[in-house]
């Protein structure tokens, strides 16, 4: 079945670095979702793109979608120590169900 | 608007017996989604209803089961517990309003099989 490659699976920074994750497919997706969870929590949905090349913004987060819909990331310009926790990419599959990455776990030393 | 409620949050039980877990969503959101997730598999989908049918279902063995009810609440059941279905179960409901899929998960319910 379809799946959502998702690195890096850790990603240590400094306060104040960026920080960068990547979701990558080998079939074309219809749109991706991400989510953040963090530590004890729940996985809450940030956005969800759709078009080819879309990019938005949510204060320092930065998300894109590929041109050829098969790729997305998730940046985060200097990072502060309320941005830790495991970000999720999600895709639908040709079922129509939720496929996510395995998530990346960021940690943020202050 | 209240968020998805999840019953129990915690539980503990021996390998064989069964549990039902269950799952309010928002209101108005008529798609319920169940995922398990663990240190190992990251989140998989377990299973998605939506008005009372089993719209679609993750690779899981039959042990896992679910219904919805006209409501909208949702259980799921996990009979012949085994030492692997430890496990954080997290139901999400969705309102599918536009074609988004937009997954509001609740709190979740950890499952610890002894």
């Known amino acids: 079945g379809q799946q959502v490659m998702q690195i890096p699976q850790y990603q240590h920074v400094q306060e104040g670095e960026d920080f960068t994750t990547y979701c990558n497919s080998s079939?074309?997706?219809?749109?991706i979702q991400w989510y953040k969870q963090r530590p004890g929590g729940h996985p809450v949905f940030l956005i969800q793109?759709?078009?080819?090349?879309e990019v938005k913004k949510q204060k320092r987060l930065t998300f894109q979608f590929g041109e050829a819909k098969k790729n997305s990331s998730l940046h985060i310009t200097a990072t502060q120590t309320t941005d830790v926790g495991t970000y999720f990419c999600?895709?639908?599959?040709?079922?129509?169900?939720?496929?996510f990455g395995q998530g990346t776990e960021l940690s943020v030393k202050p | 608007k209240a968020g998805v409620t999840q019953t129990p949050r915690y539980l503990i039980k021996t390998r064989g017996q069964q549990v039902t877990l269950s799952c309010s969503p928002i209101?108005?959101?008529?798609?319920v989604s169940w995922y398990q997730q663990t240190p190992g598999q990251g989140l998989q989908f377990l299973f998605e209803?939506?008005?009372?049918?089993?719209?679609n279902k993750g690779n899981f063995p039959g042990r896992f089961s679910g219904r919805q009810f006209s409501n909208s609440r949702s259980e799921m059941n996990v009979s012949t517990l085994e030492l692997g279905d430890s496990a954080l179960y997290l139901c999400?409901?969705?309102?599918?309003?536009?074609?988004?899929?937009?997954?509001?998960f609740g709190p979740g319910t950890r499952l610890t099989v002894t």
């Open positions: 999400a409901s969705s309102s599918l309003a536009g074609g988004t899929y937009e997954q509001y």
């Open positions: 079939t074309t997706l219809s749109n």
């Open positions: 793109l759709v078009k080819s090349g």
């Open positions: 999600a895709a639908l599959d040709q079922g129509g169900k939720l496929i």
């Open positions: 209101s108005g959101h008529r798609s």
């Open positions: 209803y939506f008005s009372e049918t089993q719209r």
